[in-house]
Structures are given as C-alpha cells and as structure tokens.
C-alpha cells in the first residue's frame, strides 16, 4: 500500500496521470453572443494532429481539418461543442449561446478553475452604450456604476459559482433600463483537497524511519500545473515549500510524535489547501514479558493471612509504570510495581493482573487467582420439629447448616458422641426407640492438605414417644370411668333416698287431683311449667297441702332438732331444705314446688279415696334429677303424679 501511494505520487508530479484531453477555445470567448455575430472553435493539444472530430451536445456532427470551425447563427439559442483531435482526448464541453436581447451579460466561454480571473462584461445590443451597470450573484450586489460596464473577479474560487446577471440603461430610443438573462458560471477545482498518508505505521518505534506523503489530484484540464507542498508538525513547518509531494525522516525520537499535515498551493498561492490531521505517536522499545509473582505462592490464603503481589517487565524503554486490577472492578486498585494486603478478607478473593507501560506502549501480566478460604461456623442442626419429642413411627430428617464457610463444606452426623454418618442430610425414616439419643452434626473445610477448619453443632436431645393413639384411648377410658362412678353415685343416692321417704309412708294422691311441679335449680334453666296455673307454693307453718313436699318435710326435721327455747322463724320465710350429710347426690337433688290444680273445675279440699274429704295433708310428688354428668333436660320437660 505503501509503494503504491508513492509511485501515484511520483506519477504527479511528472504529469504522468494518463492521456490529456483536447482544449477547445473561442474567438471572440464570450458568451452569449448576439445573433449574427461570427465566432470561431479552436480545438488543440499536446500533440494533435490530423483531422479533428467535431460534436454537438455529444453527437458527432462533422470532421475537419485543420481542427477550426467559424460558426454564426440568425437566430437565439443554446449548445455545447466538444472536439477531439487525433491521439488526444475529448474535449470538456464549451457552451455557446447566441442573443437577440437588448443587453446580455458576457462571460469566457472556457471551463473555469480555481484561481483563474473571470471578467464579466454587460453588453448593449450591437454595442450600443450603457449606463448605470450593477452586477448581481444570486441576490448579492458585486459593483455599482462606478465600475463601468466590465468587472473582473479574482481569484476564483469554489465559492464563486452561481447564476449572474446586470442591469443597465441602454442608450437606444426603443431600450431604456434593461436586465440581462442569468447566466451560469460554474468554477471547477484546480486540484483535490490533499490526503496525508504515512509509509509504515501511525506508531513507530524510535529510531525508525518515517515517510510522509500529500497526495492530491490535479485538474485533468490543467494537468501540468506547478503545485508546490508544504509539511506540519502540530501547525509548525517542518518540510517544503518543495515541488515533491513526500517526506523523509530518517530516524524519529520522541519529539517528533504529535498532529502532521500537509498543505498543496499554486506558485502565486491564489489557491491553497489542507488535509486533515494525522496524528504520529513514537513509540519507546514496547514493553513485553510482564510477570506476576504472588505470596504465599498459589494465591491460596485463609481470612487474615498476609498476601504479597509482585510485578516485573522483561523489556521495554523509557520510565515504567504499573498498575494493579482485580477482575470486576472498574477503577485500578494501586499503582506502583508492588501490592500488598495485611489481612484478606473473603471479597478480596479473584483475579489480578499488574499493567507495565512506557507511556508508548502498555502490557498486562497473566491473570493470578487468589483464593481467600472462611473457615466454618455457626453449625447447627435444622428439623420441621419444634418440640424434641417425636412419635414412634414418625419419619424425621435432620439438616445440619452453617452461617459461614467457603465451599466445599463436608458434614458427618454424631449420636452420643459416635459417628453415625455422613451428608447435609440424615434421614432417619420411621423413629423408634433406638432413635432416641443426643445429635450433633461436625462441619468441615480445609484449605490444602494440612489446614482443616471444623465447627460442631449444639446437641440436640431426640426423644421418642408412644403413638397418640393409645395416649387417647387412655383418656377415653379414664373419662368412662369417671363417668360411671358418677352415675352409680346418683343411682344409689336416689335409692337411699326412696327408701327414707317410704319409711316416712307418703300418702295416696287422690285420683281426682294431679299436681305439677314447677321445678328450678342450677341445672334447669327453666322458671315453670308452661300451662300449669297457679303460683309456685310456699312452705309455710300450718299449710295443709305442703307438709309432705321435701321442703316442708326438711323444715319439720330442722324444728324437730331445734332447742324448744330457740326463737321462732319469722313468718314469710320459707325454711332453708338442709340436706343430710354424707346422702350421695344431695347437692343434685332438685326439690319441687307444688301447685294443687283440680281437673275439671275450681278447688276443693282433698279427698280419701272412699269420696270424703281428707283431712290430711294432699299428697305430692318429688324427683331426684340426673346431676352434671347426666343428659340436660329441655325446659318443655314436666313431672306429673298422675293416679
């Protein structure tokens, strides 16, 4: 690539850049002509000879010799004439317009390059005097009256390009103030923007040559244009001006890296222009072989150990500096050809790598992992149970974890201090007897063969219980027989009880009587019997129909027992039943009250059962009900004597 580009700039300047084409010029060279006017086409070149090929808007027209055709037209209009001569190239086109206007604006009728002059010339028609002449680009006003009726601009540039026209007073009695038609000028490079380009490479070793190249491309219509180049060195001169379009150093230091460029000009710099920068690094003698030592060697260290990184560069020139990177972290951790850690911590666990340069060139050393072993802790063993009573039966795992330790962790199981096996995991399926003991699990990392870390866990006490079932058919049968004592209390209570009052002889309800109880007590939630009239009945002194209800029976033993010089009761109160102590199921008797309620119709006094009335007390009727234990009895529920 290299050679390439300096033959292509060899060939430049010796003008070699292929066949030149043919030039055609004008006589008179202006254009627009005015109709009627005559003009004659010269086509030249380097070396033409023979007959000459004439084209009009890029048809072949005609062939003639010597190459010279006079040309007139009566009549206004536009075209392009090319020629080409024998062993030379086609011409660029010449545009050549003819005019009837009264005033036109004259330009060379001539390919126009950069730095050429173009005169602009406003014409009246066939010559006729003007006045007061403004030239115009586009919109913008190049020179009043003061420049009479011709203006010359110079140097041209690319900038020139656009439509032009004039304005004038023509001095003809038909004409008066007049503008021109626009006309199209357009201004073509002399040469290409320049492209520095370096022969070897953009950082190159001290003393290494160095070649610099401007290369531009010239006008094919100016091929053999006298250029001359110039060479920079961050906007100093360091080469030129010179007609050779390359430079030499022979050897390059350090100063000479920085931004180099390079400008092509004409020989009158009407026309100059530069290339972009390219920036050149010298480089030092790069640096290569770079090291990593690490202590304790291996880079495997336990948390709180010492750890010593090294570095060193084989080759390389110039000041050396070094960087120190662990893998992950974005910014250097230290400069300087040493690295040290007074205790390591876990995170500083991974890869380093040191990073020598020059300040021209950098290496990395190979990466050296470092390995910082936690030794284990917090063991403990882990179970779904809360309690350390099991079933017999129950399947049960135990888990052994711990709160710290590097991987690989090994684990061993211990039952009253033996060695029962191995895992994270012991399964002791369905537990029995044999289960029950003291566990604890041993964890276990090791950093080589000969640093071992153990933790072991707090002791679990296991104990195995009976199945629950049995556990509640013994409260079941407890409760049964709880029940049945009860039960067989009452029964007998209630029979002690029939036989006292059989001993007393109740007497024989009439048949033409009945009697309700109205019964209350803690376990009857009820306040009477629904239907029954009457009012609950009283216990008093003296009361025929209540001697014989249990109350009244228990108030006439109480005054029986009672001293005879004790105070009486005060009247209106009924005696407080007393029972008997140790009678079982006393507190469970319930005693009623009993209204007398004839069938039938009103009351009337009790009868015997041969009609007469009776002269005792009415016969009633009482019940022991069930107590606590027994079945609740519905408030709707009425005891009855009933003959």
């Known amino acids: 690539m290299a050679r390439t580009a300096a033959l292509l700039l060899w060939a430049q300047a010796l003008g070699l850049a292929g066949a030149q084409p043919s030039q055609l010029t004008l006589d008179p060279p202006w254009t627009p002509a005015f109709v009627g006017e005559k003009v004659t086409l010269t086509c030249g070149g380097s070396g033409a000879a023979g007959p000459t090929d004439w084209y009009v808007n890029q048809q072949l027209q005609w062939r003639a010799q010597p190459g010279r055709v006079p040309l007139s037209s009566n009549r206004r209009g536009s075209h392009s004439y090319q020629c080409r001569s024998a062993g030379v190239g086609l011409s660029p086109p010449v545009t050549l317009s003819f005019s009837d206007d009264w005033l036109v604006l004259q330009v060379p009728a001539r390919v126009l390059l950069e730095g050429d002059a173009l005169p602009l010339r406003c014409r009246g028609w066939r010559d006729t005097p003007v006045t007061g002449v403004q030239f115009f680009r586009e919109q913008e006003v190049l020179g009043g009256p003061s420049w009479g009726s011709e203006l010359l601009l110079s140097p041209l540039q ?9 304005q004038a007073t023509v001095d003809h009695l038909l004409a008066g103030w007049q503008e021109s038609a626009p006309v199209v000028v357009a201004v073509q490079e002399l040469f290409s923007v320049p492209e520095l380009r370096l022969e070897g490479p953009a950082e190159p070793p001290e003393e290494a040559p160095l070649a610099l ?17 110039l060479f920079y060195q961050d906007e100093v001169v360091v080469g030129g001006p010179q007609g050779s379009p390359q430079l030499r150093l022979p050897a390059v230091g350090l100063p000479h890296s920085g931004n180099y460029s390079c400008e092509v000009r004409t020989e009158t710099e009407s026309v100059r222009k530069r ?25 495997k260290l336990v948390e709180g150990d010492r750890l010593v990184l090294g570095c060193s560069v084989a080759a390389g020139t110039g000041p050396l500096s070094f960087s120190w990177h662990r893998q992950g972290s974005a910014t250097p951790l230290a400069t300087g050809p ?13 890869f380093y790598h040191c990073t020598a340069t020059n300040g021209g060139t950098a290496a990395d050393s190979p990466p050296q992992r470092v390995t910082v072993l936690v030794p284990v ?20 795992n135990l888990s052994c974890s711990v709160q710290a330790g590097t991987a690989p962790v090994t684990f061993t199981w211990l039952r009253d201090g033996q060695e029962l096996g191995s895992g994270p995991v012991l399964s002791l399926g369905a537990v029995g007897p044999a289960h029950a003991g003291t566990y604890q699990c041993q964890a276990t990392n090791r950093l080589g063969a000969h640093r071992v870390f153990r933790a072991r866990s707090p002791a679990l006490a296991l104990s195995v219980t009976e199945p629950g079932w049995r556990q509640q058919g013994t409260a079941v049968a407890a409760g049964l027989s709880v029940s049945l004592l009860l039960l ?57 129909r209540a001697t014989h209800s249990p109350p009244c029976l228990a108030a006439a033993e109480k005054s029986q027992d009672r001293d005879p010089t004790a105070p009486p009761e005060p009247e209106g109160r009924p005696p407080e039943p007393t029972p008997r102590p140790g009678a079982p199921g006393d507190e ?47 408030p709707s529920d009425a005891y009855e004597n009933v003959p």
């Open 588 to 634: 469970e008797v319930l005693y009623a009250e009993v209204v007398i309620a004839e069938r039938g119709g009103g009351a009337s006094p009790p009868r015997s059962p041969r009609g007469s009335p009776r002269a005792g007390p009415p016969p009633v009727t009482y019940a022991v009900l069930p107590g606590p234990h027994a079945r609740l009895r519905l």
């Open 275 to 299: 290339s972009a920068a390219v920036a050149v690094t010298v480089r030092r003698v790069p640096v290569s072989g770079v090291s990593l030592a690490v202590q304790p060697p291996g880079g």
């Open 158 to 166: 690319l900038r020139h390009s656009g439509r032009y026209r004039c």
């Open 213 to 229: 190249g401007c290369l531009s491309h010239p006008s094919p219509l100016r091929p053999l244009a006298r250029l001359q180049h």
């Open 338 to 350: 040493r690295y040290e850690l007074g205790a390591v911590r876990h995170r500083d666990g991974g």
């Open 377 to 396: 802790a917090g063991a403990a063993i882990v179970t779904t149970r809360t309690e350390p009573s099991v079933p017999a039966g129950e399947s049960l």
């Open 488 to 544: 067989l209390g009452a029964a007998l209570g209630w029979h002690l009880r029939r036989r006292h009052r059989a001993a007393q002889g109740p007497g024989v309800p009439s048949p033409s009587r009945a009697c309700r109880a109205e019964l209350r007590g803690p376990w009857l939630g009820v306040q009477g019997v629904s239907g029954v009239p009457g009012v609950p009945h009283r216990c008093h002194p003296g009361d025929p």
